[in-house]
């Protein structure tokens, strides 16, 4: 749970870092962001928006009466403070196994554009590094199990093996763009046999 929160508190950061909003709007950001398997709750946002207004890392500001409407009751905007821009700062320029792990790499890229080069190349590898780990290890009980287990368990491991190769194919791309190597051209499309004309 507590990296949850920290994965969370990064999110929250780097939205706010963009601009102030209130927490209804945030909450929607953030689900787009963690994608459908991760939705957050609002019981889950509001203790995390809680503890970081006790350290000082975000501000409440009660938006300008004159530009909500009268018949709305007033939501709370949340804006990140010099010492939250400082926290986030920090965050994203960490580089170890938490910034590549599954729960924060996605956040962690969502915000590359804050990030220097170095160390986004960084996480990008180490990304990389870990997932071909992952593959080799299921590609061996994949080989190992394939006459053991039924059709359906095979394919749904197949499936896994596919869904890693891609990310490592997607992840080698994005490095080679980072460090300015060209990509590597697409084959040819394959050309129909033509079959030969008779004179008959």
């Keep these: 749970m507590a990296r949850r929160g920290e994965t969370i508190e990064l999110a929250v950061l780097g939205l706010l870092h963009e601009g102030p909003m209130h927490g209804y709007e945030l909450r929607k950001r953030l689900n787009l962001m963690l994608g ?23 501000a409440e500001v009660t ?51 804050s990030t220097d080069m170095e160390i986004r190349l960084r996480v990008l590898e180490g990304r990389r590094s870990r997932l071909q780990e992952r593959l ?8 190992m199990t394939q006459k053991e287990v039924d059709r359906y368990a095979a394919e749904l491991q197949r499936h896994g093996v596919e869904s890693v190769e891609r990310e ?8 080679n763009a980072e460090r300015g ?20």
């Design 136 to 143: 080799d290890r299921v590609q061996r009980d994949l080989a």
């Design 36 to 58: 459908w398997g991760r939705l957050l709750s609002y019981g889950s946002l509001y203790p995390a928006l809680k503890k970081m207004l006790r350290g000082n890392l975000i």
């Design 63 to 113: 938006p300008d009466p004159g530009t909500a409407p009268a018949s709305r009751r007033q939501r709370i905007v949340y804006q990140v403070t010099s010492k939250g821009t400082a926290e986030f700062e920090r965050l994203m320029s960490e580089v170890g196994p938490a910034a590549w792990e599954d729960d924060n790499f996605d956040i962690r890229f969502r915000f590359f554009s």
């Design 181 to 200: 190597v060209p990509p590597e051209p697409a084959p040819p499309p394959a050309s129909p046999a033509v079959e030969p004309v008779r004179n008959d």
């Design 168 to 175: 490592v194919r997607w992840l080698s791309d994005l490095i």
